[in-house]
């Protein structure tokens, strides 16, 4: 019987250390893909005269779904974006690097287009267009994913010449526009990205004051719940922004952070937490 127990402790001894070999492969992969998906966020920000942008992500688990960008497009404008993948994990994480890279290949289409209608050129212009670029990041999504796959996402042109912001909304929730200390949120005109072969896409257009601040946020900060079930909520999130509107963009993310994980009484986030400032200066 000891013989005969002792052999069964050996055989399970055997089968952990093949199973903390195996999930060690499987964490340092993890941590691979952390470290590939931290390149895909902007490393600098765009340098602007009148237009001052901070963002941060703060994922739930090693990787994330959420997405935001921001590049400069042909010197005067500049485009912003946000979105939500849907899922958690390694999966979204991947269609959050596919909807990256086909955001920036839509937009070198664009400036290849307004290089080769310079003077001299025999080509016409490609237009830089909100809604063409979402429907056409739509239709590439699709083509390229399951269609299980999909996401929410906020594209977004301000023009630095005249202050002009330009934005297509594809499902995701309403960015909030501060302005004077009163808040109102942007339109959504459009269904998300990925999930149907053809969508129309509409676009809104509206002048960036000096003063105005723009706040995009993914359902991380606005859907953790308390110990009552209780959701923190778009309406204390708009409280929250309006009211410290007139504080630096580093107080502002801060305080809303900190706001949410006050909410929720644990240090472990629920879901990827992000937040894009735009502020006019």
């Not at 594209?155 to 960015?175: R, V």
């Not at 009552?228 to 929250?240: N, S």
């Not at 504080?247 to 990827?272: F, R």
Request: charged residues 20%; aromatic residues 8%.
């Amino acid at each position: 019987k000891l013989s005969s127990s002792f052999n069964r402790m050996t055989e399970n001894l055997e089968q952990l250390l093949v199973v903390a070999k195996e999930k060690e492969r499987l964490q340092s992969e993890i941590e691979i893909a952390r470290e590939v998906q931290s390149q895909l966020y902007p490393r600098s920000v765009p340098e602007s005269k009148t237009l001052r942008i901070t963002a941060v992500c703060h994922p739930a688990r090693m990787v994330s779904g959420d997405y935001y960008d921001y590049q400069t497009v042909r010197d005067t404008r500049i485009a912003l974006a946000i979105g939500d993948v849907a899922g958690k994990g390694i999966s979204a994480a991947l269609l959050m690097a596919t909807l990256q890279s086909s955001l920036h290949a839509q937009l070198q289409h664009v400036v290849d287009g307004m290089a080769l209608s310079a003077p001299g050129a025999t080509t016409g212009t490609v237009p830089l267009c909100a809604s063409n670029l979402v429907s056409r990041l739509n239709v590439q999504l699709f083509n390229t994913t399951s269609p299980e796959k999909y996401a929410t996402f906020y594209f977004a042109i301000y023009d630095e010449t005249t202050g002009m912001l330009s934005y297509t909304n594809a499902g995701h929730l309403p960015p909030i526009l501060v302005r004077q200390g009163e808040a109102t949120r942007l339109d959504v005109n459009g269904t998300v990205v990925g999930a149907f072969p053809f969508s129309n896409y509409e676009e809104s257009r509206f002048e960036l004051l000096p003063g105005d601040l723009l706040v995009g946020f993914t359902d991380g900060i606005t859907e953790p719940e308390n110990e009552y079930g209780e959701m923190f909520g778009e309406e204390r999130l708009v409280e929250i922004v309006s009211r410290n509107s007139y504080k630096s963009d580093a107080e502002i993310v801060s305080t809303v952070m900190d706001s949410v994980l006050k909410w929720t009484g644990s240090p472990e986030l629920q879901d990827d937490m992000t937040l894009m400032l735009a502020r006019r200066v």
